[in-house]
Every structure is written in structure tokens, then in C-alpha cells.
T-cell receptor
Framework: AQSVTQPDIHITVSEGASLELRCNYS??????LFWYVQSPGQGLQLLLK??????LVQGIKGFEAEFKRSQSSFNLRKPSVHWSDAAEYFC????????????FGAGTRLFVKA | DADVTQTPRNRITKTGKRIMLECSQT?????MYWYRQDPGLGLRLIYY???????NKGEISDGYSVSRQAQAKFSLSLESAIPNQTALYFC???????????????FGAGSRLTVL
């Protein structure tokens, strides 16, 4: 069965510092992979996605993520965090068969300090 | 206007009451979903629909029902609300385009439900 693990419940970084949010998944093959962001009081917005090809994918707001098959990971990175990046981040996996089911991790809440 | 609109945004109700959460979309997507968000648990799928005549249970459908009134409308009902249904509920859509198997989701802003 599919599962997604985000080991960090919350992370605090200083503004301008680099960020890495971890995501590990369990799936029998290579799934579709996503990162979504949820700002306070809002719905989830897609940051980036991996379907195939280049394992380093670029997303919106300066985020990128790298798919590492050997580690079953899809970590999210940003070289310099802005205060507006404070939000909750969700990693998700989608099955390549059936196509309907997206499984979400529990989320990582990012705090940014001045 | 938002692509996916949920009403109400906030609702407080009492145990045993019937509640309906509504979702409408202007994306023209065929697939619609209801998710529930609880702290520390992420989002869990309640029901999903591929088209007007197709309704499927997700992983936590007990205590919930849905109706797909039109391509653009998908409502979630709690027939007899209980306190552990207190949560943030999200409606989402996805299309059947070339990347449909990848199921990129567009979310509404959420409906916060409190059951006393």
C-alpha cells in the first residue's frame, strides 16, 4: 500500500537561510510525487510535481525537489527562505494505475524567524 | 471568483444534526473529491467522483454521504454529526487531460466544521 512519511512535524528556520523538508514514500513502483503548500486559512496549492524524467524538478516560489529512487525520497528545498514561506507543507504520492488516489503525508509546519 | 468554492466556510453544529457542505467548481474538471484534514494526520479521502454517475468511497467514508448534482457540484453530508467529525474539510478537483493519471488536485479554501 502507498504511504507517505514526513518525519518533521515542524521546522523553524531563519529568514534567508536554506530549507529542506523531508519526504519518504512507500510504493511498489515509481509513483507520481507532489508537494503542496497550505497557507493559513487557505486551501492547498501545488508547489511542484514529479512525473518522470529529470529527477530535479522546479516549482513555484523558488522551490525545488529531488526524486531519489534509491532512498524513496522526494525532499523539498529552497536556497533562501522568505517570511512569506511560513506555512504547512504536504508531500503526496499518486498511484500510476487507477490514477485517482492521492495519499498525503501528515505535513510539516514551517516557521520563519526574523 | 475562486475556481473551487466551498460553502459554508465555517459551521458550528450540535451532535445529531444533519449538515451539508457544498462544493462548486468552474474548472470544468470531471473528477471531484472530498478530503478531511486533522492535525497530524494530513488529508484523508472521504469520497470521490469521476463523473455525475460515478461515486466511490474513500478510506474514511463511514458517517458521510455525497451527492454529485452536476459536473460542477459535489456536496458532502453528515447525516447525524458527531464530535469526532470536527475537522477541516476540503473539496478538490482534477481533470482527465493527458496527465490525468497524475491527478493534480485543485483545492477549495476549506470548510471548518465544529460538532459540539
Amino acid at each position: 500500500a502507498q504511504s507517505v512519511t514526513q518525519p518533521d512535524i515542524h521546522i523553524t528556520v531563519s529568514e534567508g537561510a536554506s530549507l529542506e523538508l523531508r519526504c519518504n514514500y512507500s510504493y511498489g513502483a515509481t509513483p507520481y510525487l507532489f508537494w503542496y503548500v497550505q497557507s493559513p486559512g487557505q486551501g492547498l496549492q501545488l508547489l511542484l510535481k514529479y512525473f518522470s524524467g529529470d529527477t530535479l524538478v522546479q516549482g513555484i516560489k523558488g522551490f525545488e525537489a529531488e526524486f531519489k529512487r534509491s532512498q524513496s525520497s522526494f525532499n523539498l528545498r529552497k536556497p533562501s527562505v522568505h517570511w512569506s514561506d511560513a506555512a504547512e507543507y504536504f508531500c503526496a504520492v499518486g498511484a500510476r494505475t487507477g490514477g485517482f488516489k492521492t495519499i498525503f503525508g501528515a505535513g510539516t509546519r514551517l516557521f520563519v524567524k526574523a | 471568483d475562486a475556481d473551487v468554492t466551498q460553502t459554508p466556510r465555517n459551521r458550528i453544529t450540535k451532535t445529531g444534526k444533519r449538515i451539508m457542505l457544498e462544493c462548486s467548481q468552474t474548472k470544468g474538471h470531471d473528477r471531484m473529491y472530498w478530503y478531511r484534514q486533522d492535525p497530524g494526520l494530513g488529508l484523508r479521502l472521504i469520497y470521490y467522483s469521476f463523473d455525475v454517475k460515478d461515486i466511490n468511497k474513500g478510506e474514511i467514508s463511514d458517517g458521510y454521504s455525497v451527492s454529485r448534482q452536476a459536473q460542477a457540484k459535489f456536496s458532502l453530508s453528515l447525516e447525524s454529526a458527531i464530535p469526532n467529525q470536527t475537522a477541516l474539510y476540503f473539496c478538490a478537483t482534477s481533470d482527465l487531460g493527458p496527465e490525468s493519471g497524475a491527478n493534480v488536485l485543485t483545492f477549495g479554501a476549506g470548510s471548518r466544521l465544529t460538532v459540539l
